[in-house]
């Protein structure tokens, strides 16, 4: 059982005790002890073998919930949750997982209307029963009919790659708009977040009427949620939701930082001033005597995060883990950057399943100023992608002998080999293929649903073998599609560790496998990470930015990523003459 899936439980209880009308501390306790565990660094399905005084230890995690902790690790199951929910129709759970709607709401909408499921709830809208509730209004009935339509895609964040293209579209349009001075985009989009829930900008201007006129000119936009004095929301055809906000330039510093959020990272934020005598919101940072307020600091971030001699934390690390304690003790990292990167280790081409010849995949690696390549095409076992068999791998390497002496001193083309990990355990090439290798990933493919003993076995194995240097996308996840495998990444780290192997940071925005909490875990064992785009084509290598905005948001320096090497000092790390 993974981390996120006790994390679900935990919210699931949290929801329907809101629903209920529970007392709202158990509520909070429920859903701050389901983002501890989301964010926990290693498996608490592991821990509970150590016995509960570990999960104790845990902030936040006191003796009823490390024991329900162990219940649902143990048997798969919770009573009490299963309680709950024979409580509450499974189609009221339905109601709570509408944008607009919510805990609080579904109880007003059950008790007063009687509403169970969506159709009730779409009937009771159209029939304009909902507005006349208290609490709800014209509005919140409109954003519930929208929420409806939408509620198929709303549990779906989308992935980052894909909010960007948006966000350049954006930032083309709005740039007509005249009385623009500034505009920035924030919230998880600038914390680099891997998957996005809405898209907040953020804007300086003298004309609130132009900058929201010329938003609602955006070609793509769906319907117009709200329009008020200093904020809009639309939905775009993608079905995400941008809300807009226009703030004094005196401001806009203090509302950048807020919007970036987290959450979590401004509540700290907000206690520290606190303690100092001081307040920080969206208008500003005020140093509050008696009833008197005066204004300090709001312009720009800096003049925000100076007021409490704090560094300007790059967006990436704002989520309230251990920026504040880094920054205290000096030791805020240096990220790592795109051009720190030297080689990509991880690329298809025609012979499996790329769109690209070898040359091809080498003059866009060039292009892209990289000085080491290594073409890893898939072995046999991935039929489907006419996986290599020996006679087809070593052909391949001959090619690339060729393809060598053609190459200009300073790059290197690497021979490698994505290597399958098989069902039954053992590697899908003999070894007197893989010792010809200059590079050579261990990948898990097929056998993903095995149970968490198998897997694990399965990925040590490869780690175990001479000839592995890393184990590419180590748990298998598929944001938005399939969860990771049940894996014990501790055990994967200790042997790592041991057998001086790495492990990837697929860049994919559909992987980003390891997750940034995982990579932040890795980098806390000494183990070095390598980023990788696995290109399936020339553009595929563009995917880089994407894992190294989740290096960044687990707080990896240059030195914590194998590939800013040199291919030299490369081949050391992983042991190869
Ligand atoms: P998302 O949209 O789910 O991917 O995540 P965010 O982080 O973009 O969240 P969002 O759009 O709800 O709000 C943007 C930022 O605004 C958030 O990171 C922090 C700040 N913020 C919004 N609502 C609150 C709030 O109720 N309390 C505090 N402290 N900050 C908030
Ligand atoms: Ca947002
Ligand atoms: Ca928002
Ligand atoms: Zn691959």
Not at 91 to 96: D, E
Request: glycine share 8%; aromatic share 6%; proline share 4%.
């Amino acid at each position: 059982m993974t981390n996120a899936h006790i994390a679900d439980a935990f919210d699931l209880i949290g929801d329907i005790l809101d629903f209920k009308g529970e007392n709202p501390f158990r509520v909070r306790a429920y859903r701050n002890a389901s983002r501890t565990i989301r964010d926990y660094p290693e498996s608490l399905a592991a821990m509970v073998e150590l016995g509960k005084e570990k999960l104790k230890a845990i902030e936040g995690i006191g003796d009823d919930l490390a024991a329900k902790i162990m219940t649902l690790v143990q048997t798969g199951s919770l009573p009490q949750l299963e309680d709950l929910k024979a409580q509450v129709p499974e189609s009221v759970l339905a109601l709570l997982r509408i944008p607009g709607v919510g805990p609080r709401k579904a109880a007003a909408l059950h008790k007063e209307l009687g509403i169970k499921t969506l159709a009730e709830l779409k009937a009771a809208c159209d029939a304009g029963k909902v507005q006349k509730l208290k609490g709800f209004g014209v509005k919140t009935e409109q954003i519930i009919l929208q929420g409806m339509s939408i509620a198929e895609q709303a549990h779906q964040r989308m992935y980052w790659a894909e909010a960007n293209q948006i966000v350049a579209d954006l930032r083309e349009h709005m740039a007509d708009c005249r009385s623009i001075e500034q505009l920035e985009f924030t919230g998880s989009y600038r914390r680099g977040k891997e998957t996005i829930g809405d898209l907040d900008i953020l804007v300086v201007s003298d004309d609130v009427n132009q900058v929201m006129d010329r938003l609602g000119k955006y070609p793509e936009i769906t319907q117009t949620l709200a329009r008020g004095d200093t904020k809009m929301s639309i939905r775009v055809a993608s079905g995400l939701q941008i809300d807009l906000r226009v703030v004094p330039a005196e401001s806009f510093g203090a509302a950048l930082q807020y919007f970036t959020g987290s959450k979590e990272h401004n509540v700290i934020l907000r206690g520290m001033a606190k303690d100092k005598g001081l307040k920080i919101n969206e208008w500003g940072v005020f140093r509050v005597k008696g009833d008197k307020e005066e204004r300090i600091a709001g312009a720009s971030e800096k003049e925000v995060y100076d007021t409490l001699k704090l560094p300007v934390f790059p967006p990436e690390l704002r989520e309230g883990r251990r920026e504040f304690e880094w920054a205290a003790s000096g030791k805020l990292p240096e990220l790592i950057t795109e051009k720190d990167i030297r080689g990509d280790l991880h690329m298809h081409t025609t012979a499996t399943d790329g769109s690209a010849s070898i040359e091809e995949m080498v003059a866009a690696a060039r292009a892209r100023g990289l000085a080491y390549i290594a073409i890893t095409d898939h072995s046999q076992r991935v039929s489907m992608a006419r996986g290599l068999n020996p006679q087809r791998v070593l052909e391949q390497w001959a090619e690339i002998d060729n393809i060598r002496e053609k190459l200009p001193k300073g790059f290197t083309l690497l021979k490698g080999i994505e290597c399958d990990i098989l069902e039954k355990g053992g590697m899908d090439l003999p070894d007197d293929v893989l010792a010809q290798a200059d590079w050579v990933i261990a990948s898990i493919h097929y056998g993903q649903k095995q149970p968490r003993q198998q897997i694990t076995e399965r990925i040590l194995g490869a780690i175990e073998n001479p000839h592995v240097s890393m184990v590419a996308h180590p748990t298998g996840r598929l944001l938005n599609r399939r969860e990771a495998y049940e894996v014990d990444l501790d055990a994967v780290f200790a042997a790592a560790k041991k057998h001086g192997k790495l492990l990837e940071l697929n860049a994919n925005p559909q992987r980003l496998d390891l997750n940034d909490v995982y990579c932040a875990a890795a980098r806390q064992h000494g183990i070095p990470i390598v980023i990788n785009t696995d290109a399936h084509s020339p553009d595929g290598l563009e995917m880089l930015r994407y894992g190294i905005l989740q290096a960044r948001r687990a707080g990896l320096t240059k030195d914590d990523v194998a590939n800013t090497r040199t291919w030299v000092q490369m081949k050391k790390l992983v042991g190869k003459k």
